[in-house]
Every structure is written in structure tokens, then in C-alpha cells.
């Protein structure tokens, strides 16, 4: 019975002692065992009775809840998860590769491709014709320059730093002039070789590739145009402190000196759509960083090829019929089925672009500002996605559209809209005019983006997580399934309604009809 009472004695206080050992600044001098001072000897002989009785641990010593909990202290990695999600996307993907392979076989074909020679010929025309129209801005530009040299002179002879009133009515009617020319310049640039892809390149890519070539340079058109405008009225009111308001990098090539071929052509082709008399440089061309972006850029292209050609063709040509008889359980499901690869190609897509090609140009004109993007993959919601994906555009519309507007007086509402109205234009242009239908697809699908916009700002302005992945999903659900795979469908099916067989089969369902 002394044995026991004992035995429970020492294991009652090795387990005191444990848990003040397992305390943080608790050490084995702090409290001495039966008497003892000597911190070894205590330390050997919890060792031993905790060997003895282990099955009198106090494995529940404090208040602890779950670890998914709202109420847990640290919130815990989720590494795993995303593995597991890679893996199920991986063997999901692959078993859609077999799935594809024995229904359909192998659908590459290197010669079955319909670049006609005209369509080849007309679009590398319109690729070496557009950019004179920068150069035209040039020459508006140059004369501009001229005329405020002249200005500023007379303001100087007459012992004023700015020009006079006279002076300066009639600079502002020679700009409404200058203004005149340059809208009439980009108009006629966007018109005209809009006009010549839609009725003479017959090809949707060469006409894609071609048309998005001449939207880039109407923007930097306009953007040179605007830019210059304000660097001209800051150089003819230096007394109003209009110069010293300008950021301090242009001092490096002030106005008007930065009205040089070389300069327009540096900007015709630096990766932006904004232009500045300067940019900040990077010290020399890695040539080795060169090559492996363009190599990224060529075997994602093949990629998408591939994908396109083996994957996505197979679904749209199936839709086809679903389509024309309004099944629409079917057509949700090709929309499902859809969202999956063109969701792969687009990411593809994006990353060629804006982190291979992009960076690649960037490093041949030492250009060195490469935000390009930034996390729009973490956005809370569309509003947070349109200011990182695509950060060139984002740029323009917001330095020669959004702000203007905002300081002529409109709200930041009104200024939303008419920011997204122009890009609503610009990209049904880029996906209406190759595809020889205008139909309002990629507009409205730009001008659904604000109210969308307007919901998801909701859970960008709340704190907390959760507020930000209900957005985040919000964003990918309409992003995936509702946005791109959508427009892919509809612009296919009426691109096969005006040239392919759909239109055959409507032909001659009207042949029978007639018959």
C-alpha cells in the first residue's frame, strides 16, 4: 500500500513538473524535487518516472479549439490542398487527353491551315503601312514644337516669362487646330485598316494579329498627341509653375526637344501605350534572358495550337448543332466542358504575352519598367482584376480618360462608364472585325463588367478573408464560365452561320424549301 501511495506521489508531482517544464521561462532549478537543489539530478529523475508512468500524461493541459475554426489563433496552410488540387487537375486533364484521343484521334494537321496568300500579303501591308501614322503625328507635332519655339521667344522679347493673352489665343487656336488633325489622323488610322481586315483578310488570326496591331497604334497616337499637349502648355507657362509640376524624370529630355524621330520611334516600340519624353532604362541587353522568353513565347504558341486544334475545336463543332436547335441543358453542358480549355488556353495565353513576349521586348529596348501585370489572380473582385491583369491599358485609360474626366468635374461613376464604354469599342473592334460580326457580343460583355463591378466592390472594401474569397470566386466563376468560354461559343457559331457549315446547311435547307 506504501508502494502505491508512493508511486502515486512521485508520478502526481512528475506530472507537475513536466507541465512546468513544458511552461515558457519555467526551468528545473525553478522548483526543486523532495528537497533537492541539483537541476541534473531533477531533470534525471522526471526522465525516468515519465518513462515509468506514461499512461498518466496530461495530454488535454489547456482550452484549444480546432484548427479550421473562425476562433483559431493562427490560420493554417493550406500547401497541401493546393497539391491535391494540382494532381486532381493533372489526372482529370489526362484522362480528357485519352477521352479525346479515342474518340476522336489525332487531329493535327501541319497543311490543313487556310492562310490564304492574299490574306498573308495584306496583312504584312497594314503591319509596315499603320505605324506611318505615328509618324504623321510626328509631323503635326514637329510644327507644333516650331510655332511654341517662336512663342516663347516673343513672350521672352517682350521681358514676360509666359505669353501674352493674344499670344496665347492664338496658340489655343492653332492646338484646336493641331487637335483637329491628330483626331482626324487616329480616326482615319483605326477606320481605314479596320475597313481593309474586315472585307480583305479573310483568316480570323491574321485578321486578330493585324487588327490588334492597329488598336495598339491608334492608342499611342493619341497618347503622343495628349502628352505632347501638356509638356507644350507647361513649356509656354513657366511663370505659373506649370514646368515644376512635371515629374522630375522629364527634365532628363525636357519639351521640345523630345520631339525627335528617335524618340517616337524608341516609343512606337517600347511595350507600353503610354508615352513619356523619357522612361527609365536598364543598363545593358541580356541577350541569354532574350532568347529564353522568345523560346517561352514559341512553345506556348505551339501549346495553344495544339490545344485549340485537338481540344477546343472537337467541343465548338459539337455545340454547333446544339445551338441551332436551342438545347439548352446541352449547351450549358459544351459551355462546362468549354470553360475547362479555354480557361488552360487563355492562361497560356497570358503568360506568352504580357511575361515571355513582353519582358522579351522590354529587354531588347532596355525598357525598364516590366509591370506588365500584377496578382489579379488574388483579386477580390472584377473591379480589382481590370486595374492588375492588363496594367499597359489600365495605364492609358486611366492617365488619358478616367483622370481628364474626373478633373473637368465628372464623378468617379460617370468616369467608370465612359472608361469602359471606350474599351467596350475597342474590343468588339478586336474580336468583331476579324470575325466578320459586329454583334454587340464583346461590347455588352464589357458593359456587364460594371455592374459586376459594382457588386464585388462590396467584398473589396470588407476586412477579413471570407470577404475576399466570396469575391475572388465571384470573379473566377464569372470569369471561367460565363465570360470567355461564352463569347467563344457565340462568335463561332456566327462565324460558322456566315462562312461555314452552318451556312451550308442553311443553304440548303432554303434550296429545299424552294424545291
Not at 519555467?26 to 518513462?51: M, Q
Not at 487588327?211 to 505659373?240: C, F, G, Q, W
Not at 531588347?364 to 509591370?371: E, K, L
Request: aromatic share 14%.
Amino acid at each position: 500500500m506504501g508502494e502505491i501511495d508512493s508511486a502515486t506521489t512521485t508520478s502526481v508531482e512528475t506530472s507537475a513538473d513536466a507541465a512546468a517544464l513544458r511552461r515558457p521561462g519555467s526551468t528545473a532549478e525553478s522548483k526543486p524535487v523532495n528537497g533537492g537543489t541539483n537541476g541534473s539530478v531533477n531533470i534525471e529523475k522526471k526522465t525516468f518516472a515519465i518513462k515509468k508512468y506514461r499512461h498518466v500524461t496530461a495530454i488535454h493541459s489547456q482550452s484549444r479549439p480546432s484548427t479550421l475554426s473562425h476562433d483559431a489563433g493562427t490560420t493554417p496552410s493550406f500547401l497541401g490542398f493546393r497539391n491535391l488540387m494540382v494532381i486532381v487537375l493533372v489526372v482529370g486533364n489526362l484522362r480528357l487527353i485519352i477521352e479525346n484521343m479515342q474518340k476522336y484521334g489525332n487531329l493535327i494537321c501541319l497543311t490543313c491551315h487556310d492562310f490564304r496568300q492574299k490574306d498573308v500579303i495584306v496583312g504584312f501591308l497594314l503591319y509596315v503601312l499603320v505605324p506611318c501614322h505615328l509618324f504623321i503625328a510626328y509631323s503635326f507635332e514637329w510644327y507644333a514644337a516650331k510655332q511654341a519655339r517662336i512663342s516663347r521667344a516673343q513672350s521672352s522679347r517682350g521681358g514676360s516669362s509666359s505669353p501674352t493673352e493674344d499670344q496665347q489665343a492664338k496658340f489655343e487656336k492653332k492646338w484646336q487646330s493641331i487637335r483637329g488633325a491628330h483626331l482626324f489622323n487616329a480616326t482615319l488610322a483605326l477606320a481605314v485598316h479596320s475597313w481593309v481586315v474586315y472585307f480583305h483578310i479573310h483568316h480570323p488570326l491574321i485578321g486578330t494579329i493585324t487588327e490588334l496591331h492597329v488598336i495598339i497604334v491608334y492608342m499611342k497616337v493619341i497618347s503622343y498627341a495628349l502628352t505632347n499637349r501638356d509638356l507644350r502648355h507647361a513649356y509656354l507657362h513657366p511663370i505659373k509653375g506649370e514646368l515644376a509640376s512635371l515629374p522630375e524624370l522629364y527634365t532628363q529630355c525636357p519639351y521640345p526637344q523630345n520631339i525627335t524621330m528617335g524618340n517616337l520611334t524608341y516609343f512606337w516600340w517600347a511595350p507600353t501605350l503610354v508615352y513619356q519624353p523619357v522612361y527609365p532604362r536598364s543598363e545593358n541587353i541580356r541577350w541569354l534572358f532574350v532568347i529564353k522568353r522568345l523560346s517561352e513565347t514559341v512553345c506556348l504558341s505551339v501549346f495553344i495550337w495544339f490545344c485549340s486544334a485537338q481540344y477546343a475545336a472537337p467541343v465548338l463543332w459539337n455545340s454547333l448543332d446544339k445551338i441551332d436547335h436551342l438545347d439548352l441543358v446541352s449547351i450549358v453542358e459544351r459551355l462546362l466542358k468549354l470553360s475547362t480549355i479555354s480557361l488552360v488556353i487563355w492562361l497560356a495565353g497570358f503568360f506568352a504575352l504580357f511575361q515571355s513576349s513582353l519582358n522579351a521586348l522590354a529587354e531588347i529596348m532596355r525598357f525598364g519598367d516590366r509591370s506588365f501585370y500584377d496578382d489579379w489572380w488574388n483579386s477580390a473582385g472584377l473591379g480589382d482584376y481590370w486595374r492588375l491583369w492588363n496594367k499597359p491599358v489600365y495605364q492609358f485609360m486611366k492617365r488619358h480618360i478616367f483622370t481628364p474626366l474626373l478633373g473637368r468635374g465628372w464623378s468617379m461613376q460617370s468616369a467608370s462608364i465612359a472608361v469602359f464604354f471606350v474599351s467596350a469599342v475597342l474590343h468588339e473592334l478586336l474580336v468583331g472585325i476579324p470575325t466578320k460580326n459586329i454583334i454587340g457580343v464583346a461590347f455588352l460583355g464589357m458593359i456587364v463588367q460594371i455592374p459586376l463591378i459594382w457588386i464585388t466592390r462590396v467584398f473589396e472594401k470588407m476586412k477579413g478573408p471570407n470577404s475576399r474569397l466570396i469575391g475572388n470566386c465571384i470573379f473566377w466563376v464569372s470569369f471561367t464560365i460565363l465570360g470567355q468560354p461564352f463569347a467563344a461559343l457565340i462568335y463561332f457559331y456566327a462565324w460558322q452561320a456566315k462562312y461555314g457549315s452552318v451556312a451550308k446547311k442553311m443553304a440548303m435547307n432554303q434550296q429545299t424549301l424552294l424545291n
